[in-house]
């Protein structure tokens, strides 16, 4: 196949986003092997199916109809082989856990509102009423919880809270099911969501044990279901409060790459780094093929490793995702397939390290808790 005259080596970032903009054809014949079919459940055009493309470098792509021209997977000499445009590799197809496959056949509140991404188990949630009721009852959030814990499935939680009315955007509502969570599990936990109206909520967020915490900036566009999006001065000036209160590399932002703008964007990845937060650019699908191209990605890449380097920003937390570039795996879009590994090893894969980031975590959290205490009695308050 040939390939596109600015890249004479085969680069995994440039698959992966070639597999989501134009999704994968797998034969009808193929459907019944073991190690496709268990990575489907319906095998239905439109499903999403997650191939490893190397080791901890992983993307989600569309399943389009067998006959349709693009990326095609083949059975060849008892391993799956991907023919695109972009190069040729091998895969492997990674499969749908047990549990998520149950939840999904009974479609309900739960299994609507639940996937995964990588190490990463995301819960979808939104206000109901006035009060402090979620879309989900705790006792179900924490079943399923289990279930994936269970199964190996995940090593950390993601709560993505969807807009709220609320001037704490919902955060109330969240801190009885993140402290319910730290109590029946050893885990990590983060909020996606909305920034609140008052800054010194985000400090009642760290103490109520969120360890990660992602305020996008383009809201929730391709990752969940809002439409909402907040003024970006207001988001800036709540990200770049919440570094000053969790833990270093440990407050993210998404990012959708817009026409036209490759320099202006590098000058926001820079104001974001430069205070400690780590930016994670958004791969879509469908939309802006042209400005989302592999070499302004590379670019991209490249700008971001200078900078996260430069602030000596630590990357731990970060794991490998299906949608996103990140400054984790940067190396699969700026080295060829055979060079490309990830800048470091990400915390959830190790059960020492683990253990001792937690420990740390929880150190911090109480020193941090004690401060603001001890401000606000100062302060008369």
Known sequence: ??????????????IKLGLIQRGLAIPTLMHGL????RGLCSAEPGEEITLALAEDFIVKTTLNPSEKDGPKL???QDRLRLYMEEGETDVDIIPVPDFLKQQLKKRTPVSENICLDGYCFNIFLRAIGKGRELSMPIEAILSVIQA???????????????????????FQRLAPLVEAIK???????????????????????????????????????GTAKSKKIMAAEKTYEALEYASSVFSPGTVLTDLIMS?????????GIDRLINSGIIPLILLQRDSMKETS??????????????????????????????????????????????????????VYRSGLGRRTSAGFAAIRRKLRIRNVSDSFESAGL
């Not at 196949?1 to 440039?14: A, I, L, S, T, V």
């Not at 109206?197 to 044990?209: E, F, H, P, W």
């Not at 026409?259 to 000058?267: I, L, M, N």
């Open 1 to 14: 196949m040939n390939q596109p005259e600015y890249m004479d080596r085969k680069y995994f970032g440039q």
């Open 34 to 37: 073991s190690e496709v079919s």
């Open 74 to 76: 083949i059975s060849q």
């Open 148 to 170: 994936a814990f269970e199964e190996g499935a995940a090593d950390l939680i993601q709560l993505n809270m969807d807009y709220s009315n609320d001037d704490d955007r919902g």
């Open 183 to 221: 109590k029946r599990f050893n885990t990590f936990v983060a909020l996606k969501g909305f920034p609140p109206l008052n800054k010194n909520t985000i400090d009642c967020v760290y103490a109520s044990g969120f360890d990660i915490v992602n305020f996008p900036l383009e809201g929730f566009f």
């Open 259 to 267: 026409a036209g703008a490759q320099d202006k964007f590098k000058e």
């Open 293 to 346: 191209s592999y070499p302004n990605l590379v670019e991209l890449a490249e700008h971001m490793d200078q900078a996260i380097q430069r602030n000596n920003l630590p990357l731990k937390w970060l794991y490998p995702a299906c949608r996103f570039l990140s400054p984790l795996d940067t190396r699969f879009f700026t080295e060829d397939s055979l060079k490309a590994r990830l800048a470091v090893k990400p």
